[in-house]
């Protein structure tokens, strides 16, 4: 995101597929703060105190769903959380960047246990989306978890996503890209950028009691942002819930 004209690209594909919000993980940019594209779009960004481009997280929100913005957080490189006022209930975003499967498990420990501290404020009547790159391969087996996640994932469940998945299920949020069948290719999210692997590693996660508004959670692989992942999970909620799409 920080390469010159990276920021126009990606809202521009933004506007293109109407979306309200997006979350953006690994966006190197450093520093927290908020600014206003000269298309109308609001970023909000948190990133690394240095000036190491590395990690960072940001949420881009359409023109005019600003208005809407009660509050943000930035928590810290791998973490940031957004507050929308919605038209029957507020929405509370939380935007990740995980650690990776091969990463110290201290770290993932230090994540998970930031995340958790944040959702325990978000008000419990808010609509809750998890959304971001989480590093975590859920599978298509939902053997003990099925009220946490459906059998239409990728793959077969690695630590991560075992870490993620447990995490859900104590929280009682459900993994939107496991519940829909899709092709294969409008589920994997990430390609190495050999061409050879390609996982089922971000995701969006949205409270139980909200689970039937998601009409839809698919990747959409033609979407040009100028990254190895695909822009996705891309979800739409129930129009009669009038849910933004994400």
């Keep these: 995101m920080y390469d010159t004209g990276r920021l126009a690209q990606v809202t521009s594909e933004m506007r293109r597929y109407n979306l309200h919000a997006m979350g953006i993980s690994e966006c190197r940019w ?60 507020n929405i509370s975003l ?8 091969d990463a110290e498990e201290e770290d993932k420990d230090t994540f998970y246990e ?8 978000v008000p419990s009547h808010d609509l809750v989306i998890v959304m971001g790159d989480l590093n975590a391969k859920v599978g298509n087996n939902n053997e003990h978890y099925t009220r ?48 050879r692997d390609q996982n089922q590693i971000d995701h969006l ?12 959670v698919k990747v959409k692989r033609g979407a040009d942002v100028g990254s190895d992942h695909h822009l996705g999970p891309y979800a739409y909620g129930g129009s009669s819930r009038q849910l933004p799409k994400f």
């Excluded at 993620?164 to 299920?169: E, G, I, M, R, S």
């Design 30 to 89: 450093t520093g927290t703060g908020s600014l206003k594209t000269i298309t109308g779009e609001t970023v909000l960004y948190s990133g690394r105190d240095d000036d190491q481009h590395r990690e960072g997280v940001a949420v881009i929100l359409r023109k005019g769903v600003e208005k809407c913005l009660l509050e943000w957080k930035p928590v810290n490189s791998r973490l940031m959380k957004v507050r929308l006022r919605g038209k029957q209930v």
């Design 94 to 101: 939380l935007q990740c960047y995980a650690p990776t499967n």
């Design 114 to 121: 930031t995340l958790q501290s944040e959702l325990e404020t």
């Design 148 to 195: 946490t996640m459906g059998n239409h994932g990728c793959g077969n469940m690695n630590e991560n996503g075992e870490r993620l998945a447990d995490f859900c299920t104590m929280n009682n949020l459900v993994i939107g890209g496991t519940l829909f069948p899709h092709r294969t290719i409008h589920k994997l999210t990430w390609c190495s950028p050999n061409n």
């Design 205 to 216: 996660m949205i409270n139980g009691t909200w689970r039937r508004s998601l009409q839809d």
